[in-house]
Nanobody, 127 residues
Framework: QVQLVGSGGGSVQAGGSLRLSCAASGFTYSSNCMGWFRQAPGKEREGVAAMYTNGGPPYYADSVKGRFTISQDNAKNTVYLQMNSLKPEDTAMYYC????????????????????WGQGTQVTVSS
């Protein structure tokens, strides 16, 4: 069965950095879209970053461009989210997600309709 295990969240001050990891198992890792989403209290889940596991450009929300970087280690079936220059508004529960054979519109559009989700890891940024 598909399993996504996220880790790496924590509390940092504004301007700090964190790196999230998501280990995937239970499916053929290639040719799928892996993404990061976040949800703050009282807000809808929103896409942060995504990429296809078999290559291609990464996709980012405008709010994180230039600060966040999504990457992957195919040998470890793991996707990462490096978050730099964190702001208080980045505070949220972060979820990794996988969408098998994802259409380009869903992956590039960071549409939170992915097929599989991790358990979430909390990121808190204080001012």
């Amino acid at each position: 069965q598909v399993q996504l295990v996220g880790s790496g969240g924590g509390s940092v001050q504004a301007g700090g950095s964190l790196r999230l990891s998501c280990a995937a198992s239970g499916f053929t890792y290639s040719s799928n879209c892996m993404g990061w989403f976040r949800q703050a209290p009282g807000k809808e889940r929103e896409g942060v970053a995504a990429m296809y596991t078999n290559g291609g450009p990464p996709y980012y929300a405008d709010s994180v461009k230039g600060r966040f970087t999504i990457s992957q280690d195919n040998a470890k079936n793991t996707v990462y989210l490096q978050m730099n220059s964190l702001k208080p508004e980045d505070t949220a529960m972060y979820y990794c997600a996988a969408d098998l054979r994802s259409p380009i519109e869903r992956c590039s559009g960071l549409i939170p309709d992915f097929g599989y989700w991790g358990q979430g890891t909390q990121v808190t940024v204080s001012s």
